[in-house]
């Protein structure tokens, strides 16, 4: 045996077709690798791309996205059935995420989407070695598409008073402004780009290279604020009327140290990781007076502001003002740039109104104690429809529950006015004092209804920054005739002195009479306040509706 085994490693026969099986074997392991990897390399760059395709048609339109994405397979040579997974989710675009983690399925609101596509890839050579005829092809894309807007509620002034509008911006700033009718309607008529503001700030206060969101978390003074409004006012129109008065209105304010928080007023939405100075895509404009006024509000906070009213209002005698701007919700701010589901709010507000009616006989002079608190308003941004490929057809719809007034006619604790955790007290008030007799009256009203309306803007109206105003469903043409036919009047006889027949009928004459004028300078209050009665402000400052693009 162990010679057979010596001649048989001696021998030499047959090595060519040891050899020969032996390389055939690494040229069919070549062949696998030369023509299957090859193929595999070509198919999968063709489900690839047909995902890719899928997917970004599908952002395009998220609602038909399973529909659109097994179309778009079918046109590129793949069946339908190779659409295995399609999710719809929210993709943030944040640098300081992995990757993998700016996508979030299932998250609303949905402004991406997620397509797997799944293939099957014959195998020629390679079935020999992989003992299957087939390799399988699994690839994923990630599109994402902007739909973002930019809107506001509330600074509702509809209407001049040049005196009405000094004394009440005057008193939230905490100076005194002496600015005409004139003045305030240029103030009105211009416009301003918000982040053109916020750089000009950042470089006021030295907070350059930071970014927005971070500029949005200081607390910086009011005059640094309304001078960086004027610095942008200043370099887009030079030497304007507006200019002047928003001048007038920064040197009144000079020698102020009160503060605003700016993420009170502004919500940077997508753009807040952007670094100051930097322009968005699309820039966001808003009105002059609105930004003014709204920074006067915020800054105020819990302030209270009072001021005698120098009105001609026909039958008022005189009319003193005691008002209270409370703090948005926390958290939330008067205009926001984001995406569906983003929402402001206006700020509580509190307003008494001592007024004094001029009457006839025993009731000449007539004492009515107005107090009305309306709470805060909310809007919601609940859709945006962009047009493709025409963009004048885009619309924006707000979700708008205006705040719920309550109004009195009671003698109110003043002191309690900038308490917003609970509501000031209410007792019957002294309207008539005549000497031994007194009419007192109280009175109740107030608008309800919670529900959101849906408002629509067309793309015309965002151009315009069209203002709409929401009423709830049961506000009467006019609170003040409301609250008055609930007005309970009791005389009271002190010692022995007697009634004083027909004062309570002279009383509520006098009051009916002077209904209109209460009405105006009830709602002009308010109006300057950036408030209504039941009702809401609301537009639309910009749009922002690019198409589809691969994140993932």
């Known amino acids: 045996m162990g010679n057979l085994l010596r001649r048989f490693i001696r021998d030499r026969g047959g090595n060519i077709a040891i050899m020969s099986a032996a390389g055939m074997l690494l040229m069919v392991g070549c062949a696998a690798l030369g023509v299957d990897l090859g193929t595999i390399y070509v198919d999968r760059r063709h489900a690839q791309s047909a995902a890719d395709l899928a997917a970004l048609v599908a952002a395009s339109d998220i609602a038909r996205a399973e529909a659109a994405a097994a179309a778009t397979l079918e046109k590129n040579r793949l069946p339908a059935a190779a659409l295995v997974g399609i999710e719809r989710g929210s993709y943030r675009a944040d640098p300081a995420l992995p990757p993998?983690?700016?996508?979030?399925?299932?998250?609303?609101?949905?402004?991406?989407?997620?397509?797997?596509?799944?293939?099957?890839?014959?195998?020629?050579?390679?079935?020999?070695?992989?003992?299957?005829?087939?390799?399988?092809?699994?690839?994923?894309?990630?599109?994402?598409?902007?739909?973002?807007?930019?809107?506001?509620?509330?600074s509702r002034l509809v209407r001049l008073d040049g005196g009405l509008l000094n004394q009440l911006l005057g008193g939230l700033l905490g100076t005194t402004l002496t600015l005409s009718a004139m003045d305030y309607q240029a103030l009105l008529d211009a416009k301003i780009d918000l982040f053109d503001v916020l750089s000009a700030l950042a470089?006021?206060?030295?907070?350059?290279?930071?970014?927005?969101?971070?500029?949005?978390?200081?607390?910086?003074?009011?005059?640094?604020?309304?001078?960086?409004?004027?610095?942008?006012?200043?370099?887009?129109?030079?030497?304007?009327?507006?200019?002047?008065?928003l001048a007038a209105i920064v040197q009144a304010a000079s020698g102020l140290t009160t503060e605003v928080a700016l993420g009170s007023l502004i919500d940077a939405g997508p753009y807040g990781g952007l670094t100051a100075g930097t322009?968005?895509?699309?820039?966001?404009?808003?009105?002059?007076?609105?930004?003014?006024?709204?920074t006067a509000s915020a800054a105020n906070g819990a302030h209270q502001i009072e001021a005698g009213l120098d009105l001609a209002l026909p039958g008022i005698?005189?009319?003193?003002?005691?008002?209270?701007?409370?703090?948005?919700?926390q958290g939330t701010s008067w205009l926001t740039v984001g995406a569906v589901g983003a929402s402001v709010h206006t700020a509580q507000t509190r307003v008494f109104l001592?007024?004094?009616?001029?009457?006839?006989?025993?009731?000449?002079?007539?004492?009515?104690?107005?107090?009305?608190e309306?709470?805060?308003?909310?809007?919601?941004?609940?859709?945006?429809?962009?047009?493709?490929?025409?963009?004048?057809?885009?619309?924006?719809?707000l979700g708008v529950t205006p705040g719920v007034a309550d109004a009195w006619v009671a003698a109110v604790d003043e002191a309690l006015m900038t308490n917003f955790t609970r509501k000031p007290t209410g007792g019957d008030a002294t309207l008539v004092d005549a000497g031994l007799v007194k009419l007192m009256g109280r009175a109740h009203a107030e608008?309800?209804?919670?529900?959101?309306?849906?408002?629509?803007?067309?793309?015309?109206?965002?151009?315009?920054?069209?203002?709409?105003?929401?009423?709830?469903?049961?506000?009467?043409?006019?609170?003040?005739?409301?609250?008055?036919?609930?007005?309970?009047?009791?005389?009271?006889?002190?010692?022995?002195?007697l009634p004083i027949p027909g004062l309570a009928g002279t009383v509520a004459g006098v009051l009916a009479t002077a209904t209109p004028a209460l009405d105006d300078l009830l709602g002009g209050?308010?109006?300057?306040?950036?408030?209504?009665?039941?009702?809401?402000?609301?537009?639309v400052t910009g749009l922002r509706c690019d198409g589809a693009v691969l994140v993932n």
């Open 100 to 154: 993998a983690q700016r996508f979030t399925a299932a998250a609303l609101p949905a402004n991406a989407v997620r397509v797997t596509v799944e293939t099957q890839t014959p195998l020629f050579f390679g079935r020999v070695l992989a003992g299957t005829d087939h390799f399988t092809i699994r690839t994923r894309a990630t599109a994402g598409a902007t739909e973002l807007a930019s809107f506001a509620i509330g």
């Open 203 to 245: 470089t006021k206060i030295d907070l350059t290279g930071v970014s927005y969101d971070r500029l949005l978390l200081s607390n910086v003074k009011v005059v640094d604020a309304l001078d960086a409004m004027l610095t942008v006012q200043r370099e887009a129109t030079g030497l304007s009327t507006a200019t002047a008065a």
């Open 279 to 294: 322009k968005p895509k699309v820039g966001v404009g808003v009105g002059l007076y609105d930004l003014v006024a709204a």
């Open 317 to 329: 005698a005189s009319a003193r003002l005691v008002a209270a701007v409370g703090e948005r919700p």
């Open 354 to 372: 001592d007024v004094r009616l001029v009457g006839t006989g025993q009731a000449s002079l007539i004492n009515l104690p107005l107090y009305v």
């Open 374 to 397: 309306v709470a805060a308003g909310t809007a919601t941004l609940d859709a945006i429809a962009c047009g493709r490929p025409d963009v004048a057809t885009s619309t924006v719809t």
């Open 447 to 497: 608008i309800g209804n919670m529900t959101p309306r849906a408002v629509e803007f067309s793309h015309a109206e965002i151009l315009e920054r069209t203002r709409k105003t929401v009423t709830t469903a049961d506000f009467t043409s006019s609170l003040v005739a409301s609250l008055l036919g609930k007005l309970t009047l009791t005389p009271v006889v002190i010692g022995l002195g």
């Open 525 to 539: 209050v308010l109006a300057t306040l950036g408030v209504g009665l039941g009702q809401a402000d609301v537009w």
